[in-house]
């Protein structure tokens, strides 16, 4: 079982108690000493470079963010569930909710400036399609892979982009976030890293659609490096994480830089770069222990689907965790989970609140805590999240002790008589995908299972 040494005493205990196949002789071997919140202990010596040890004071915020040996919560587009996604906004937001890092998806613009946006085609994500004097730019473009129409930031100058101004990707879910729509202007890389140096904060960049941005000649590693350099953070020690989905760049980016990377796996298909080079490696091939050792010969960390880690039919239940967490510690990676979202539509089926027939059932919020403490207790090293706040609070609560596992057990444990499943969470998040609920909304077959990868399972299945 993997060690996690920042949970509280009798908090491992209390929750992996309610994980069908932990027996009680796994629990009765824990004997780690807590770790107190807001202190910053030795680390342990097997512990991932995905982990960070020590403190960080959030300046001109009023708080302080510690960095200790316990999972990370990383402030996914910021916090955006509360703002449109990738804007200063919602990056502001995330750092007052208590954030241990803030994450942009990074593009480029045709002058090669590095921006924050979840895909360079921007018709979901702004209001370009109300200015006509961009109406010719429309156009189609093979990303991928994938045939898109509309706006792509490579076509317009940072200028030009300033002139836009962000809105919620998901207004029918989001409508709270979609008050905002129209305040916040296309934020870039160098802004972001500012913010997050002045309030004490890390960032974990992702490298969009990498091979396709070479090939037009407009690279994102090199400004990325260059601007994380004139803020001071070139080291493994600093509070940042590179993350892709392709291999080359992280390959290419290990010999030129210390600082933190992260592979991105997918539960299906396979990393881009590989299928242009013809190499028959798929993210099922990669999240074996065989190909966890080949991440692990350039990147500190992989990124992964919830659904990897507990694997979920398409109606939201899931079925015994796979062993992928203890393969990746096994290697020296930590493991960062994606993605964690407060609404019904996103969680899984036995932390949904209220009556599925109501309206707004999708958009409101269920059991976010107990998602979270189901993920923390089966030793992720880290939390993609919409909502850092609850995910900061979770995290703390398990660490201290105070309000942990042990306050609700029973009634955890008579609602989680089986674990619950991840739906297929990141459909919205597929370049050009239209769908922005999961499938079991529409009436997906409860028997029906989504895609995972086979990897290995607990000794419970």
């Known amino acids: ?224 490096l260059a601007t994380l350099g004139r803020y001071g953070w070139r080291e493994k020690s600093d509070p940042v994480f590179i993350q892709s989905f392709e291999t080359a760049n992280l390959r290419a980016l290990r010999g030129r830089t210390r600082l933190r990377l992260v592979q991105l796996l997918e539960s299906s298909g396979a990393p881009r770069d590989l299928v242009a080079a013809g190499d028959p490696r798929t993210y099922r091939d990669l999240a074996t222990p065989a190909g966890l050792a080949q991440i692990a010969s350039y990147a500190d960390a992989i990124g992964v689907p919830t659904r990897l880690v507990l694997p979920a039919r398409r109606d939201g239940e899931l079925r015994d965790p796979t062993t992928l967490v203890e393969d990746a510690h096994r290697q020296g990676l930590a493991i960062h989970v994606w993605t964690v979202r407060p609404e019904n539509a996103y969680l899984p089926a036995r932390f949904r609140q209220g009556d599925p027939a109501a309206p707004g059932y999708a958009a409101a919020h269920g059991d976010v805590t107990g998602w979270l403490r189901m993920l923390y207790g089966l030793g992720v090293d880290g939390v993609f999240t919409d909502d850092p706040g609850i995910a900061r609070r979770t995290r703390d609560a398990l660490t201290s002790g105070v309000g942990g596992p042990e306050s609700g057990r029973d009634a955890a444990a008579e609602e989680l008589s089986g674990l619950p499943g991840a739906p297929a969470e990141e459909l919205s998040d597929l370049p050009g995908a239209p769908a ?16 995972s990868v086979s990897i290995g399972r607990s000794s419970s299945a």
């Open 1 to 224: 079982m993997t060690c996690l040494p920042w949970l509280a005493a009798g908090a491992l205990a209390g929750v992996l108690s309610l994980v069908p196949g932990v027996a009680s002789a796994d629990l009765a071997s824990d004997t780690s000493p807590a770790t107190t919140f807001g202190t910053s202990p030795d680390p342990p010596s097997d512990m991932p470079s995905g982990v960070l040890p020590g403190t960080a004071t959030l300046a001109g915020f009023g708080t302080v963010l510690s960095l200790g040996p316990y999972p990370v919560v990383i402030g996914h587009r910021g916090a955006c569930a509360y703002r449109p996604e990738h804007t200063l906004l919602s990056y502001r937001t995330a750092i007052e909710m208590g954030a241990d890092f803030i994450e942009p998806d990074l593009v480029s613009t045709k002058d090669h400036v590095l921006v924050a946006r979840h895909e360079n085609e921007i018709s979901r994500t702004t209001d370009v399609a109300r200015h006509p004097e961009f109406a010719a730019r429309r156009t189609t473009k093979v990303i991928d892979g994938r045939n898109l129409t509309g706006w792509f930031t490579e076509d317009f100058t940072l200028a030009e982009l300033r002139t836009l101004r962000a809105v919620e990707r998901l207004p029918r879910l989001r409508p709270d976030s979609a008050a905002f729509d129209g305040l916040a202007p296309i934020a870039t890389f160098d802004e972001i890293v500012a913010l997050a140096k002045r309030a004490g904060v890390g960032v974990y960049p992702e490298t969009k659609h990498s091979g396709y941005f070479t090939s037009i000649g407009l690279p994102l590693e090199e400004p990325l």
């Open 436 to 451: 922005e609920e999961p499938s079991w909304l529409s009436g997906a077959p409860a028997d029906q299972t989504s895609a």
